[in-house]
């Protein structure tokens, strides 16, 4: 056996040992490396949620906002017309950490698929203001029967091309007909024949209100004039719009008036020059995060009273 000096054995040691400090040092590094990233990421996360809640809660704020700007600047019983400050669309205005923007728009410029629910002269003109609608935008107007039967309360199948119970039934997935107002005009989406690229040329123009409404036609777009006054051509209709643009209407008798022939027919109790409904989109940025905010709102019944919101989203 050959016996090491005390030298060399302290040697050897001493190397040792600055290997194993090197080995710690290199250990030490790592795992406050890894600590470190674990927190970046924990703060990363943390101030993400943070962003998202922040940026919900200022949409949804942005929804009460516009309950005081129609009340304020769409007054109760007053003609409501596209002049008026309620329709001015905000575009997005910095803030703190983002930007916050949006829109009301007159939900009764729309014509209201729930008034065939009903059995009054209203749901009668609707039905066929809706079958102009749909002609003119290279819709079956079929489809007008079948969203009917989804909307009204009795089991009767509308020809042609209805659908009641019995033929959602008869489906791979079974369901029934609603037979009730829908609360959102994407519902229509259930409804047999209205697919996506339909339900994109109609949403536009339609509205889904939980009440018998009249249109506005201070704020209806053309193609809702045009559907709504029977021999009314596209053309006349735009005209109609520049020049109610100009001077909006006063009431039904002087949209009537000013009509390009005295001929025309329309339905009066269809029509109207003021609204009681808004639907009102919100966008709210925080940091990296987008919330969207959608409601309807409703003018009170109460006098004094900021519009009920029916129903509200925040995505
Ligand atoms: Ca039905």
Not at 124 to 150: E, G, H, K
Request: hydrophobic share 50%; aromatic share 6%.
């Amino acid at each position: 056996m050959m016996l090491l000096s005390d030298a060399s054995c302290r040697s050897r040691s001493s190397g040792a040992a600055v290997v194993m400090a090197m080995l710690l040092a290199a250990l030490a590094a790592t795992i406050a490396a890894t600590l470190l990233w674990q927190q970046q990421r924990w703060i990363g996360e943390h101030q993400h949620r943070r962003d998202q809640v922040q940026a919900q809660a200022l949409a949804m704020a942005g929804v009460q906002w516009t309950r005081q700007i129609v009340f304020d600047n769409a007054p109760a019983g007053n003609v409501v017309h596209l002049g008026q400050p309620w329709a001015l669309r905000l575009p997005a205005m910095p803030i703190e950490n983002g930007s916050i923007g949006g829109y009301i728009v007159d939900a009764q410029s729309r014509l209201n698929i729930n008034n065939l629910s009903t059995t009054s002269t209203t749901a009668t003109s609707t039905r066929a203001a809706l079958q102009r609608l749909f002609a003119a935008l290279a819709l079956p107007p079929n489809l007008v029967n079948t969203i009917t039967d989804w909307v009204d309360a009795d089991d009767k199948t509308s020809d042609p091309g209805g659908a009641e119970d019995a033929w959602y039934l008869a489906q791979p997935i079974a369901t029934l007909a609603a037979n009730a107002p829908v609360r959102r005009v994407g519902e229509l989406l259930l409804v047999r024949d209205v697919g996506p690229a339909s339900m994109a040329r109609v949403r536009p123009f339609v509205a889904a209100l939980d009440a018998p409404t009249a249109v506005n036609v201070n704020t209806a777009p053309a193609e809702v004039l045009a559907a709504t006054v029977a021999g009314l051509d596209p053309a006349a209709a735009a005209l109609l719009v520049a020049s109610r643009d100009k001077t909006p209407f006063t009431s039904v008798a002087d949209f009537k008036a000013r009509l390009p022939r005295p001929d025309l027919a329309t339905d009066e109790t269809s029509l109207d020059v003021r609204s009681d409904w808004f639907e009102v989109s919100i966008e709210a940025q925080q940091g990296d995060t987008l919330a969207r905010a959608r409601a309807l709102l409703r003018r009170s019944p109460t006098a004094g009273e900021w519009p009920v919101v029916v129903w509200q989203t925040v995505e």
